[in-house]
């Protein structure tokens, strides 16, 4: 990691190899959802067991952090762990139940969400371009969907859910902003493992044999708590749209992986409509980032 007498520039691009790296590991969660599936692990059991694995690990570096919650109203927790835990459990669901393609790229129909509830509870109105930016990206949902004739609806509409719940846990998580990341990544990994534990339980699918075990625990550690914490370290030194734009990697690497490891290959109609999707929400985060410019130069600079 850098330290504080790496320059600048160097710690900038440590930031940019943290963020590829998280891409990357956070991408194999499609093959390994899919192998856990195929060895007749649930898609709930999966959600819960991850969440569990995550939320311990994050526990002990939130603990001395717990104390920022009293800045925010109870509600916003209470939101956000509602939010993450819709977002976690429709992924999973939907990467059982269609190709792992689709599942993440619906996932990433996040930002419309984001427009549609931004202004509803956080009073912020997108402009008009970016509407149209997004439009882009409905588009390309409504390739997949209608291209899909041979897969799940259910499986698509499953997926879609995910990126409302990624969409609503992004608005969430600004109203979160004076609350240490730690202990909103516990807070969400351990609420949404405990509420998961419930479902769980009626389906009594609590058990796991050794090559899942090993399976889940791989999935907890290496694809899900790393690489939060790279994330966390490289939004450091690396710009929020930027870093945006890094992990949307992560919806190339997903099916790559998910065809090389279980040899699933993505539908043509994802093929299709996902750089769509893509193209929109790239679009947004450099509007998002064109903004922030035009007002920092708007900002009088202080006086000495």
Known sequence: ????????????????????????????????????????VPGVTIACYRSLIGGLIFAPLALRRLGTLRRVAVGWPIASVATFTLMTITFVVATTMTAAANAIILQYTSPIWVFLLAPLLLKERPGRVE?????????????????????STAGLLVAL???????????VLRGLRPVSPTVVASLNALGSGLILLIPVALAHSFGLTPYTFGLMLLMGLVQFTFPYLLFSWALQYVEAHRAALIVL??????PLWTYLLVGESP?????RGGPLILLGVAGWLLLVWRRERARARQTPAPQS
């Open 161 to 171: 859910l995910s990126g409302f719940g990624y969409g609503s846990l992004t608005v």
């Open 131 to 151: 509407g149209l930016v997004l439009l882009v990206a409905m588009a390309g949902v409504g390739v997949i969907f209608s291209g899909n004739t041979d897969t």
């Open 1 to 40: 990691m850098a330290s504080s007498t790496t320059p600048p520039a160097a710690r900038q691009w440590l930031g940019i190899v943290a963020l590829v790296a998280c891409a990357t590991l956070w991408s194999l969660n499609g093959p390994l959802i899919k192998l856990l599936n195929h060895a007749g």
């Open 267 to 271: 539908p043509v109609a994802t093929l």
């Open 249 to 254: 990697l992560e919806t190339v690497l997903n």
